[in-house]
């Protein structure tokens, strides 16, 4: 190597650290795929919101296309996101479940009975235990589960109008055909 | 109305930084003396000009200004106002603020204390630094205006993050702040030594205090840092591993390397082209450390806000200095030499090892921090670099490093001897072999790890001492008086035992916390007593308290040892309602042997609490040694040779200067 090439490697080396950092402009570290997506999503029963002596049942959901919400009164961007939810569910079209996650029914309905109601049922998570199975770590979550039971796409954080138009709408179309 | 002269101030500053760093160069190659001496009045104008945006910023947040919409985003008017003026820098504009603010006292400094430099030098050194700040200024006005207005003002600011209400957030940042943007001054002195095609003893003489004192403000505010981590978390961790810590560690590293190699290039003429690189290094990785904060590509409890504009803008910026730098270093270090040879064995070789050694460390911290977004980029999936990674694979990089440290200062410039060096050492191995025994024993405790680290503590410490011994030794048939022998060792050298001696207290405290800390998690109701670390714990129960901006829910601890009352630990929960959140604040009683750390978790059901109990053994040694290190810095400044030779390189420069003009 001649003398000169050797006092270029220290620019080298920087450019090539630039190429990856612009690269690194355009990425979303705070994007992390769920492992669950494609895969079956857990089963679970659980006790309705405010009438205890009926229990959701996933596995009722089966050859149906649906959504499931986590969200909890303690969540502020559960607020957010509510008339989304709201809009979704005067549609008809979107079938969107509730998990009520680590909340007393009491708050969640108070909140339910000021802002309205989405939900054709919602699922109580007291302790969070089927939250667990599902790997929420934020609430509001939303999963696009298909007819086979599958877990087809998660949301982590409040659904936006872009993220409802270009992601979960031709989702749902898709695999209501 | 002051929000508007803070920003007019802002925007002439910028215009005097354009005249600093642009006409004085052109003037040093044209040689036109009417340009070149533009640069001292361009910089102390453009100092005033960043004062005045400065006060007039930290004005709106003392007064409460909420039509600034920064000041509305990161204050409260029920705040302290010692926060209200460190809200200052509580978000990302303000933070720019400071830098530039901080850029503009080092190159203040330059221009009242670099007077003995020859005047071409002097000019190219200010007139680079007016570089540097000409670009963070323009990324100020562009993307990151502090004085945007907010029309219609709100009432209330949304307050300043519970998290930096702590009084470490008046020193961490400034002090911090003062090391990273300090190297920018070595910077300088490599790019105008480049620009020159001169690089001798006398520039390294020039560098070397400039690049100590910078050393030492990044020592202490690293420190600051960790410890602030330290009680504010609640965890009881003093450091993380994480992307923003890297990157004030990252210059740390490579700044202490300078400092050794400076040493080297003003005493043997030797790695005078290492020394450059290392200064163009030194800042660069503080600028890559403002990229990755700034910019959100990492995550990182640090980052603010997260704008690409913001990314793409420094990005463009890093590719200009550290690219342009690096370009001329290609083009003009071939022709600057290598300098004198040396053997082996010598004090060079083992300089050498120790560049290495700590260069090879940054790489692998810089290759963790990265490592995350280069698999990203390459689409490799989404992984991240956890401490198990750093501590593995950054104790294996040092541990050579350490030993040789003892050597090191025992050996002779130019050729040593290995077994004169190594009889010399004998007492010290068989010391540290012992207490690598003896330590964990008496701690109830013996892995290969402590072992390791205690041997490696107490090597580096005990070496140190030996050092001075020797050093007296060789000076008693002189100076037969051990005082007068003590007083005639310059203060230099007592700097480098004590920065050496502050890495041992390091290693040991690290060593010992890591080894035998306990921690437990508990759900303790009233008067639950809780044991550990032979101390017993009991809980007295809660408290409301009022703040200033927050209420509190308080828990006593008093913990007794044998039946006597040792300490009373009061955890607090504190609840800020601006900002609704939840802040834990930790109790520690702190000791030289141990300290005893209480935290409250989660209230749970009946008045019990969930309790953490930590007992951190020698953990105050970790920043003692920080500390030690540090002094160690202001000691070396202190050394009497650096007046005389300050006078004396006044004297070549002069003698030089007329040299060019004849």
Redesign the interface.
Known sequence: MSRTAKFLIPLALFLIAVGFLFKGLFLDPHEVPSPLVGKPAPTFQAPVLSDASKTFNSADMKDQVWLLNVWASWCGACRDEHPILMAMAKTNQIATYGLDYKDTDQEAQAVLDTNGNPYKTIATDANGKIGINYGVYGVPETYVIDKAGVIRYKQIGPITEEILLTKIVPLLKELQR | MIPEIGQLSLILAFCFAILQGTLPLIGVWKNNAMLSNLAVPAARTQFVFIAITFICLDYSFFANDFSVLYVASNSNSHLPLAYRLAALWGGHEGSMILWVSILSVWTMAVTLFAKSLPETFRIRLIAVMGMVSMGFLAFIIFTSNPFERLIPAVLDGRDLNPLLQDPGMVFHPPVLYMGYVGFSVAFAFAIAALLDGRLDITWARWTRPWTTVAWVFLTLGIAFGSKWAYYELGWGGWWFWDAVENASFMPWLVGTALIHSLAVTEKRDAFK?WTV?LS??AF?LSLLGT?LVR?????SVHAFATD?RR??FI?MY??VV??GA??L???R??KVGLGERFDVVSRESMLLTNNVVLVAATGSVLLGT?Y???M??LGAG?ISVGPPYFDTVFVAIMAPGLFLMGLGPLAKWKKASLPEIGSRLRVAAVISFVSSLLVPIVMGKLTLMTAVGVFMGIWVASTTLILLRNRIKTRRVATPNLIENLKGIPLAFYGMLLAHLGIGVFILGVTLVKGYESEQDLRMEKNDVAKAGGLAFKFEGTQEIAGPNYVSTQGTFTVTSKGKVVAVLQPEKRFYPVQ?SVMTEAAIQPGVVKDMYVSLGEPLENGAWSVRIYIKPFVQWIWAGAILMALGGVLALLDRRYRIVNKKAALAAQDLQEAYEV
């Open positions: 082209v690189l163009i290094c660069s990229f910019s959100g590509v990492l995550t690409p990314g793409i990005l890093l590719v550290i690219g690096l370009l270093f290609a083009l270090a071939p990265m995350p977004l280069l990203d980029a989404k609704g």
